[in-house]
């Protein structure tokens, strides 16, 4: 029987290898909320530093507290959004080369990112939220590790895809 040749490494190596990021941010991310809900009680704040704070809220919506106030049907259109998101994500990244690093990297991110987001509605039927950041009066939407992971994911890939453009109109 001919032995067969052997498939060059290299080529096999998918953007699967960036999981680990996405775990590593899960795990964080899951922590820091476990540390929100031993610490603090709702709406309870403290300073870190000037424009800086860690409050516990709870919100029921997506991001910007979208659709909070609605009666509940949100928790799973956010979360199959985020489910059906997560395994295209999957798909994509076992699909590109490992080579395509910095997609690869972007991929990851919003994957811990809606995964991160998933774990809180399915067991609080909410996600925690508890950075706030404030300028005044004036206090952005509070956000978690999740949305920060899925918001550097996001301008990566838009990062990504214009100096792809570029470099296209160069060549």
């Known amino acids: 029987m ?21 775990l590593l941010l899960i795990i964080i991310d899951q922590a820091t909320k476990q540390w929100v ?30 659709l909070s106030d609605q009666s509940g049907w949100q928790r799973w259109l956010f979360t199959a959004l985020a489910v059906a998101v997560s395994v295209i994500l999957l798909v994509w990244l076992r699909r590109n080369p490992v080579g395509m690093w910095r997609q690869n990297l972007a991929f990851s991110l919003i994957l811990a990112g809606a995964v991160g ?6 067991m609080y039927g909410y996600v925690i939220d508890f950075i706030d950041v404030y300028v005044d009066n004036w206090h952005w939407p509070a956000f978690n590790v999740a949305d920060m992971a899925i918001t550097c ?13 570029r470099q296209e109109q160069r060549a």
């Open 2 to 22: 001919p032995k067969q040749p052997k498939p060059d490494f290299q080529k096999r190596l998918s953007g699967l290898q960036f999981l680990w990021l996405s």
């Open 37 to 66: 809900l031993s610490a603090f009680e709702l709406y309870e704040s403290i300073e870190i530093m000037p424009y800086l704070n860690f409050t516990y809220v709870q919100n029921f919506g997506a991001a910007f507290s979208f």
């Open 117 to 122: 987001n998933v774990i809180d509605r399915l």
């Open 153 to 165: 994911g996001a301008i990566l890939m838009l990062l990504e895809a214009f100096f792809e453009q």
